[in-house]
């Protein structure tokens, strides 16, 4: 273990050498407490904003169990990060193009293969990781829902994290208790809260007043409103029609929203931690989660 996790720091250091001058991916992970509070539909409607406004942009279906981000772009994915993983497959050839020219990669259940490689399979993963970096300026990973360990991890291995909830109180406690794990393992975490399906702006700012209060009293962390987007008909409407809201209805309620929350977005830029964005040092956190657990002060 020992001898892996030093080779891997020699390779992470080499990419990160070579990337220092050519700028690194933002990595963003969404993620939720409860499930099926909309994670995936912003995901794939917030990377497509992001796009039409001149970012090159990539999304990574994380979820170990089922993302569908592919069925909501209505495109087929049959290979993904798996065959990366496995090293059968270029990035070129997993990658789909998406609305805008946003890139998709399906893979969360292809991340459990990441326990078992060696040092040389490591290397020849990163190196396509690294190449990956390139092709993008913002990386969206959805995740899965839950405080689940593979989740958490998900989740924790990126500076930022963007935790949705909707005003179902069973959403917003399952949200606490997630912000509960995450911070009781990283203090420092960028947090920050979209909240989902809300009839007014009242009922959104009553929630996130509520939420970043208690979050705070009881957990001393300052989590930032990214923003609301209504309950809107037109959410479950492009899902059937297999066509993204913001390509389809660009001026409905959620379109609008999602527009606010992209602007915003990149407008919170974090500068403070450059260092460690990029989708190489993503990994080698989520590896050093995955392997190293011992470890973990070294690496946060
Ligand atoms: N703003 C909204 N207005 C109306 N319906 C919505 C809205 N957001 C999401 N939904 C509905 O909620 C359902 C779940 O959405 P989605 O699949 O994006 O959630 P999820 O959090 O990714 O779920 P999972 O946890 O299963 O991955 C969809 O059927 C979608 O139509
Ligand atoms: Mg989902």
Redesign the pocket.
Known sequence: MKDQAEQLRHIVARLKQRNRDRGNARIITIT?GK????????TTNLGISLAQMGYRVIIIDG?F?L??IDLMLGMASRYGLREMILGQMDVNEVILEGPSGIKFISGGSGIRELINLGSHQMDVFLEKIDKLNDMADIVLI?T??GASDNVVKMALAAHEIVL?VTPEPTAITDAYALTKIITSIRQDVDLRLII??VQSMTEAEDILDKFTKTVYRFLGITVEALGS?????H??KS?REQIPYIVSYPNCR?SRQVGYIAKKLTEQNNEVRRDNQGLVSYFRRLLDFFNFKDRQEDIL
């Open positions: 939720s499930g099926g509070v909309g994670k995936t539909s912003l979820d169990g993302a569908n959805d899965g829902a949705v989902n399906r987007v209504n309950d809107d008909i959410v479950p899902i959620a």
